[in-house]
């Protein structure tokens, strides 16, 4: 699905494995480069979505990891064993991503699944930046769902497009290393700027409009009142 020039969304919600957290295709100047990768459940159809868009799987040099959870790199090992893909993340989510340590990527607790160990070839920092195709793409440091989340300033066009990845709506648990004070001054950082649009981790392919004032939103309703009541995804529930 085209969300603007050169930028896809080719897994998540409505697409691909219901395991699955939002993922990105945006065109490099050289080849193409994904935002997360879902998880092996959705792979194959993750690759056919891609080609779907006019482009070629084994043409994707990098994946820019919003954080070490499986549902958004637990493909990741795949990725770079069938197509040689470097993957960035925040070096405080690269050991539970390294050790494939199965609680803290999420996919024990959510997916009655393991995580298999995957290298992590390059680090991302707040401020970094990568040239694309007519964009650029900026990063934005983002704790609080995970210590290592990170969020992206998209730019084309004269847009501005957030992806949040979890740092908005995401999930909170002490088993993964939530924090809520970090988390508020991430929600501070991500309402001080200006965008356009925005979209998050766990959304069908859409531009989120208005971007501005429904993120102030998002603040407010932040950690008012927390539900320990949760589904796992891996589960059968009658009710």
Request: hydrophobic share 40%; glycine share 12%.
């Amino acid at each position: 699905m085209k969300l603007l020039h050169n930028i896809y969304q080719v897994g998540g919600p409505g697409l691909t494995h219901f395991f699955d957290a939002t993922v990105y295709l945006l065109k490099g100047t050289q080849g193409w480069f994904l935002i997360d990768c879902g998880t092996p459940e959705g792979y194959g159809q993750i690759k056919a979505n891609i080609r779907k868009a006019g482009a070629d799987p084994a043409d994707i040099r990098w994946i820019l990891g919003t954080h070490g959870h499986y549902d958004h790199v637990g493909a990741a090992h795949l990725w770079k064993e069938e197509f040689g893909c470097r993957l960035f993340l925040h070096e405080k989510d690269v050991g539970q991503v390294e050790t494939g340590d199965s609680v803290k990527t999420s996919a024990a607790i959510l997916y009655g699944t393991e995580s298999t160990p995957c290298k992590v070839d390059g680090k991302i920092e707040e401020g970094d930046l990568w040239q694309g195709e007519d964009l650029i793409v900026e990063a934005i440091y983002t704790p609080g769902h995970t210590m290592g989340s990170v969020s992206f300033d998209v730019m084309t066009g004269g847009y501005h497009l957030l992806v949040a990845g979890d740092a908005v709506w995401g999930g909170f648990s002490e088993k993964i290393g939530s924090d809520e004070a970090a988390w508020i001054d991430t929600l501070d950082k991500i309402t001080a700027r200006h965008f356009d649009f925005y979209t998050f981790g766990h959304v069908n392919a859409q531009l989120i409009a208005d971007a501005d004032q429904r993120l102030k939103e998002a603040k407010m309703a932040f950690a008012n009142y927390y539900n320990p009541w949760f589904k796992t995804f891996y589960e059968e529930y009658h009710y």
